[in-house]
């Protein structure tokens, strides 16, 4: 039996064990890593993910009752009970919105919040979406800036969508999704996350024009030409809902607004430093800003580098961009540091953090053959520094949201 034929029967074994019958399907959404194009998404800039093997599945079938059940193999407190024409947007955290729930509810960390929100966020599009009964098992790593919220989201939108027929097109999803995360959970992401969960393709990395959304799939065949990209997630716990997101994300906007522009993608690079002496006065929006427009750069460079072949190439701008998230949009922390810094000195051809911020992953690109090297260099260096032991795992470009079963 394959990995993949494992979790499959697991998932289904146990959604007979929590509702007492066969699960009329179940679908999986894949995590993330952000090749290049961080916070940018928020900006109407560009970005380049790729899909992780690591996905969340989800066992579902349809109720005519109106209810809407959900439970979690990696959360505590069982069944979470709602009525999906109750669901309402949470005033504040995302776990108020479980406040109408039954039994365990409130000891799950407000998980339930975000599939939830998929069903109010469908239900607010018009879409015919009632009740069912979900049951989730991931191993997308939480807390790791690998996106294990919009595989979350992205799985149970696909479910509902086949459930219930509404035929709806991969970035349609992708969405809704971010409308339930923005409106419903209180995060105020962008597209990004959904976008790569419900549409990348295996072998490739993603380039999305978060403005109009279109999107090429770009060949990332890492392995044949003897390279990898290591994942190294610091296990420092990250939490996009505390504010400090929200923060940058104002900070930009209020760098637009100074400019004159509706968004910082409107920025052009070669006209960054007359923009920053506009913000002269303002240097907390002028290093955000001075971030979004060279990172925008930064993805275009790289997109150049990949169409000609030149894979190897793209190691300086992956750094480049770290030192930017580090100094200019302050969102690295000491692991995150330590990770690329280590890695450097072991031979990497570039590294730096993905995601969020503040903890989380950082990506690695080596030669094949330094791989192993690269990552005891950085297990070790954790251990001199006290740090708990990192995960390392090699980033494969897989398939985005489908269903198994």
């Known amino acids: ?71 979690s193999g990696g959360a505590d407190g069982g069944i979470v009970e709602l009525r999906v024409d109750a669901l309402r947007p949470a005033p504040g955290s995302a776990s108020e919105v479980l406040e109408q729930s039954r039994g ?14 998929i069903v109010w966020a469908m239900r607010e599009a018009g879409l015919p979406v009632g009740g069912a009964d979900l049951h989730y098992d991931s191993t997308v790593p939480t807390g790791a800036g690998l996106s294990s919220s919009a595989a979350l989201e992205v799985a149970t939108a696909l479910a509902l969508n086949d459930l219930y027929g509404l035929d709806l097109a991969p970035q349609r999803l992708a969405q809704l999704a971010q409308r339930a995360e923005n409106a419903f959970v209180g995060v105020p992401c962008g597209i990004m996350d959904q976008t790569a969960a419900a549409c990348c393709t295996e072998g490739h990395a993603l380039f999305l024009d978060t403005r109009d959304l279109t999107r090429r799939q770009v060949p990332f065949d890492l392995a044949q030409e003897g390279l990898r990209l290591l994942v190294v997630d610091t296990r420092v716990q990250h939490e996009l809902g505390d504010g400090a997101y929200a923060e940058r994300r104002a900070g930009c906007e209020r760098g637009a607004r100074a400019l004159g522009v509706r968004a910082l993608r409107e920025v052009p690079y070669a006209h960054l430093p007359e923009a920053l002496a506009t913000l002269a006065d303002e240097p907390v929006v002028q290093a955000l800003v001075r971030h979004i ?30 030192a930017s998230l580090r100094d200019d949009f302050k969102i690295s922390c000491r692991e995150l540091d330590l990770a690329v810094d280590t890695a450097h000195a072991a031979g990497a051809l570039g590294a ?6 503040f903890g ?4 690695v690109l080596v030669e094949a053959a330094d791989a192993t090297a690269v990552s005891t260099a950085v297990t ?19 398939a985005g949201a489908h269903r198994l079963r």
């Open 352 to 357: 730096r953090m993905t995601g969020g911020g």
């Open 293 to 322: 427009v060279t990172e925008n750069h930064r993805v275009e460079e790289v997109i150049d580098h990949l169409d000609a072949g030149r894979t190897r190439a793209i190691g300086p701008l992956l750094t480049a961009g770290h």
């Open 104 to 117: 365990g509810a409130q000891r799950s960390g407000g998980w339930a919040a975000y599939p939830a929100g």
């Open 360 to 363: 989380g992953s950082a990506i």
């Open 380 to 398: 070790e260096a954790f251990a001199a520094a006290g740090h708990a032991a990192p995960r390392i795992f090699e980033a494969v470009p897989s």
């Open 1 to 71: 039996m394959t990995a993949t034929e494992h979790g499959l029967s697991r998932t289904a074994a146990a959604f007979r064990d929590i509702y007492g019958a066969e699960p009329q399907g179940i679908w999986a959404a894949p995590g993330r890593v952000n090749l290049i194009g961080e916070h940018t998404d928020y900006n109407d800039g560009f970005v380049m993910p790729l899909a992780l093997p690591h996905t969340t599945l989800a066992a579902a079938s349809a109720r005519t009752d109106g209810v809407l059940r959900l439970h």
